[in-house]
């Protein structure tokens, strides 16, 4: 347990970082975080709070889904915007395009080791993840359903004044492909007691 509460405060860490480094590229977001964003500029809350009450409210969804959130549940609607707000503090927008470009370089990568990190440690899925299982298990497909959704809040997030661009559709393309090979290496799993094995035989 040790172990995977490490995994997951780091991981959700360092996903609230490399979203800092997407929002300050000013080249494009995720189709939630373009939603965030939209809801930011037009309330002038910081996009780290808006994180912050779209999780609780899409945890709310899970109610007649369904759906237990786990501690990382819990987390992962916490914490990820707080660490994003301080990211935003100490990281500026550069000026050369170059920087800027480098940023969406890394911060595409980060955030889907991040992803791995913590969904690898097993202690509850993302409010928005576990939305998008939840209605895929009423006999949908994942795919179908992820699709839908972040066009959604894609659309949302546009008319909001969130910035979709060359990040959101390098982000939509290359996360997937990121995630699913870093996945099986983040993933923690349980070890069995003495004699596990001969149990789990039997």
């Known amino acids: 347990m040790p172990r995977r509460l490490t995994q997951l405060f780091l991981g959700l860490a360092l996903y609230g970082f490399s979203d800092g480094l997407l929002v300050r590229s000013e080249l494009g977001l995720s189709p939630w975080d373009v939603f965030h964003q939209g809801l930011a500029r037009v309330t002038g809350l910081r996009i780290g709070w808006w994180l912050i009450i779209v999780g609780i409210a899409v945890l709310l969804l899970w109610i007649p889904l369904r759906q237990r959130p786990g501690v990382g549940t819990i987390c992962n609607a916490l914490l990820i915007g707080l660490f ?118 039997e």
């Open 84 to 201: 994003l707000n301080a990211t935003l503090d100490l990281v500026s927008v550069p000026d050369p395009m170059w920087a800027r470009v480098a940023f969406l370089v890394v911060g595409v990568p980060l955030n889907a080791l991040a992803t791995a990190a913590y969904i690898g440690a097993a202690l509850g899925p993302g409010p928005r993840d576990g939305l998008m299982t939840g209605i895929a298990a009423r006999g949908h497909s994942i795919r179908v359903v992820r699709t839908c959704i972040e066009v959604i809040v894609l659309g949302f997030g546009f008319l909001l004044g969130g910035t979709v661009g060359a990040g959101t559709a390098i982000y939509a393309f290359t996360i997937g492909p990121l995630v699913h090979p870093l996945l099986p290496l983040m993933t923690v799993v349980p070890r069995l007691p003495e004699g596990g094995a001969e149990l789990r035989a």
